[in-house]
């Protein structure tokens, strides 16, 4: 790499939100922002809006060529081709060459991985699992992401999609994906989107429990309205909390048993409920581990700010 190669670019498109930075070699991040990931049906619009807001970041710091290339973390992003794959939280189907436009559009070199792969990558490069070779990373956001790390690689199987921890079935027979169709799986009770739908579920179900969720349209409820609500002692708001930390926890003992890591690292938009998902969470991955794996394992929230961890894993992948 020659000297005059200072920055690189970090993208982290989300199921909601692709926020991107530019980042120093030392991992400092210098500038930010963030777009819709799902207002462009095609692609390529996409990059363009992207290109649009990079531009002028880029050049702030000295222009183009002082860039060593852009990394790329999205979901169902393959590490081996730079596509990203039937991504199920995403407009854009099929298989979308995604690292090859980019490169098109910029003239950088670009890499792509899995979103939770490169946030990974970041906790473990300036966050709280620095010096850790065994962990895993969940992102609990739109939808739920993972990333495995062993003897300090990252796993990514033989095809580059290994760690869906976010897709395993634990409740089979259960809630259909809303975009998969599986039934039971992780996601569709654990992430943002899982938190609302149980919401609908329980208000449904018990007509008569009063609630400050019974404010909000149905259509309109969010994750971030529950919080809210179970902050204010609402009894249903916290049952939700209650039973999502509850399948979260069954499936991180599973997890544990799986790869015995040192620690699970959660980050993404439903931390911010505190112990509210923590709590249970923590009570139920305990109770479901075996003896030898019982009070091992650190449970802990990302230190790095919200979206930083991924920027950082993401430009990560470019430098030499």
């Given at each position: 790499m020659s000297q005059e190669k200072k920055y690189a670019v970090g993208i982290d498109i989300g199921g909601t939100t692709t926020k991107f930075g530019i980042v120093d070699a030392h991992g400092h991040i210098l500038e930010q922002d963030r777009i819709p990931s799902n207002e462009h049906d095609d692609v390529q619009d996409f990059i363009n809006d992207l290109h649009a807001r990079l531009m002028p970041m880029m050049n702030k710091v000295g222009g183009i060529n002082y860039f060593v290339g852009i990394g790329m973390g999205a979901p169902n992003g393959n590490i081996y081709t730079g596509t990203i794959e039937y991504a199920p939280n995403l407009k854009w189907k099929g298989i979308i060459?995604?690292?090859?436009?980019?490169?098109?559009?910029?003239?950088?070199?670009?890499?792509?991985?899995?979103?939770?792969?490169?946030?990974?990558?970041?906790?473990?490069?300036?966050?709280?699992?620095?010096?850790?070779k065994h962990f895993i990373t969940i992102t609990l956001g739109t939808g739920v992401g993972s990333g495995i790390v062993i003897d300090g690689k990252i796993v990514v199987g033989h095809d580059g999609f290994a760690g869906e921890l976010g897709h395993t079935i634990?409740?089979?027979?259960?809630?259909?994906?809303?975009?998969?169709?599986?039934?039971?799986?992780?996601?569709a009770y654990a992430s943002a989107t899982g938190v609302r739908d149980t919401a609908i579920e329980m208000l449904t179900k018990h007509p008569e429990v009063p609630s400050l969720l019974r404010n909000y349209r149905i259509n309109e409820l969010t994750s971030e309205n529950v919080y809210e609500c179970a902050m204010k002692g609402d009894k249903i708001a916290n049952e939700i909390f209650e039973f999502t930390g509850q399948i979260l926890g069954e499936s991180l003992a599973n997890f544990v048993m799986f790869s015995s890591p040192e620690a699970i690292v959660l980050f993404g938009g439903l931390t911010k409920a505190g112990n509210l998902i923590l709590k249970p969470t923590r009570e139920h991955m305990e109770a479901n581990l075996l003896p030898i794996f019982k009070n091992k394992v650190k449970l802990i929230f990302s230190q790095l700010k919200e979206s930083d961890a991924a920027i950082l894993g993401a430009s990560a992948l470019v430098w030499e």
């Open positions: 060459p995604i690292a090859e436009q980019m490169e098109q559009k910029f003239g950088l070199p670009t890499r792509l991985t899995n979103d939770a792969n490169a946030a990974a990558v970041g906790e473990m490069m300036y966050g709280c699992t620095k010096g850790m634990i409740r089979p027979g259960g809630r259909p994906h809303w975009s998969t169709g599986m039934k039971g799986s992780l996601e």
